[in-house]
């Protein structure tokens, strides 16, 4: 395991100790780091995760916030990163639409 995927996982143990679930119940993914990423040109995301088997979305932000939409279709997440801007595509078609777990807060 890379020293990065070390860290952002105590991250997420921590994140979940002293913030607790947001809107979720759901676990947070053991496999945070096996997840996909693609990195995205977007004034507010830096890159985009998804594992199709779970059918979770990992976004990044430019803040350092990372959070996961779960029981995300793959069409979500292509249109996502087709999107011409990201940040509109995600405010319309995923914030209100999918429970969501904060796994990083930011720094």
């Keep these: 395991m890379?020293?990065?995927c070390i860290l952002r996982s105590v991250a997420c143990v921590a994140a979940l100790l002293f913030n607790g679930p947001?809107?979720?119940?759901?676990p947070v993914s053991a496999t945070i780091c096996a997840m996909?990423?693609?990195?995205?040109v977007s004034s507010a995301i830096v890159a985009v995760g998804y594992?199709?088997?779970e059918k979770i979305?990992?976004?990044?932000?430019r803040d350092g916030v990372i959070y996961h939409f779960f029981d995300v279709p793959p069409s979500v997440h292509k249109a996502l990163l087709r999107a011409r801007s990201k940040g509109k595509y995600y405010n319309k078609h995923i914030i209100r639409?999918?429970?969501y777990r904060r796994v990083v807060p930011a720094p």
């Design 36 to 40: 996909a990423r693609t990195e995205v």
């Design 51 to 53: 594992d199709a088997a």
């Design 2 to 4: 890379q020293m990065s």
């Design 22 to 26: 947001t809107r979720a119940s759901f």
């Design 97 to 99: 639409h999918y429970q």
């Design 57 to 61: 979305l990992e976004i990044d932000f």
